[in-house]
């Protein structure tokens, strides 16, 4: 039954087969290789390595835990300045709360050399308008999203899967079970919301109405610490505008986790145009309480160095 055409193929393919299998393994063992030192990010020249290491703080807290919460009177009174509370509760009290509720550990402090963890950052741009970055989006490790972005309906430019949600009290959003919600708080009372959506829910009013509850899981959970914070504020911005964004902070909180970092939806539209991908009006580039001009420089800056690479649709 077996003919020599046959045969011959099969021969063939044996051997292209084997020939894609040796050269796959040589990649794999190459890479592997070269990974003692360097998997990710290695193609910074000494001065670009200067300028990254003036501001990255590797040692940085990046979320609160029993061991690091307590904060001095500087990072105490810069942290209290940002939004006025007219009424307080005590700082250490409140977290004492906190880090019972949730998962008190040091997240994502397995960094190796050899480790490869690739990440989305994405904002809310209209510029993911039409992008079909979708797919790429969803085949990093990590996607981290922010405030209310929604991805139903919009998966072909956004893509479908959120393994982090940056938010805070005013800009919450149910989440799956999938994902982490990490909380940046600005004050307090936010870190008393967090404590009463998952137990009393008895707080819907901060400056303005807030959902006494979201769907997340509390096993979750991470609260940015306000060191980092300042930390973002002080290194990174040099000062500039009265804090930074919710996209300059996951931006860099992306930098501390990840090893490979891709930006997507971040800056104006095609048509220069500042609105989200999601609702047609306009937003403010430049308004409030951030400096979005510096902040735009410095994301600049860490692509030209390589340190992250920013995708900003097509044109
Ligand atoms: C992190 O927190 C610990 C404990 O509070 C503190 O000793 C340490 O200095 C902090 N790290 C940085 C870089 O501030
Ligand atoms: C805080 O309150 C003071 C005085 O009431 C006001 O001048 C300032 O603009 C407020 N700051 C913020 C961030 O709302
Ligand atoms: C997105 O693009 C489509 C077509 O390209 C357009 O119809 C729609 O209005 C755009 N939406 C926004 C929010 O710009």
């Not at 509720?101 to 994502?108: A, I, R, T, V």
């Not at 919009?154 to 949600?165: M, N």
């Not at 937003?283 to 979005?292: A, I, R, W």
Request: hydrophobic share 35%; proline share 4%.
């Amino acid at each position: 039954m077996i003919n020599k055409r046959t045969l011959h193929r099969v021969a063939v393919f044996v051997s292209v087969a084997s020939t894609i299998c040796i050269l796959l393994f040589c990649q794999t063992s190459t890479r592997s290789f070269l990974t003692d030192s360097c998997v990710c990010n290695c193609a910074m020249d000494s001065e670009d390595l200067l300028w990254f290491s003036q501001r990255y703080k590797p040692s940085a807290n990046v979320t609160l835990n029993t061991k690091n919460s307590r904060l001095d009177w500087q990072t105490y009174w810069w942290w209290r300045s940002l939004q006025n509370e007219s009424t307080v509760a005590n700082y250490n009290k409140v977290v004492e709360v906190l880090l019972s509720l949730f998962p008190d550990k040091e997240h994502y402090s397995d960094s190796s050399p050899s480790r490869c963890r690739t990440c989305a950052v994405v904002g809310n741009s209209g510029n993911l308008n039409g992008s079909h970055y979708g797919p790429l989006i969803d085949s990093q490790d990590f996607v981290i999203r922010m405030n209310e972005g929604p991805t139903d309906g919009f998966e072909q430019d956004v893509g479908s899967k959120t393994t982090h949600r940056v938010i805070y009290p005013e800009s919450a959003v149910d989440m799956d079970e999938t994902t982490h919600l990490i909380l940046l708080p600005f004050k307090i009372l936010d870190l008393q919301w967090l404590i009463s959506i998952f137990t009393t829910r008895h707080i819907d009013l901060t400056y303005m109405y807030v959902k006494p509850s979201i769907k997340a899981d509390r096993n979750k959970v991470m609260i940015l610490h306000p060191a980092f914070m300042k930390y973002i504020y002080e290194s990174w911005l040099q000062s500039h505008g009265q804090y930074p964004s919710t996209g300059f902070i996951s931006l860099i909180f992306a930098l501390h986790i990840c090893d490979e970092v891709s930006v997507f939806g971040f800056g104006p539209s095609k048509e220069g145009a500042w609105h989200h991908y999601f609702e047609d009006f306009g937003m403010d580039s430049n308004g409030g309480p951030h400096d979005g001009d510096f902040e735009g420089k410095v994301i600049s800056k860490l692509h030209q160095k390589h340190r992250i690479t920013m995708y900003k649709g097509w044109w």
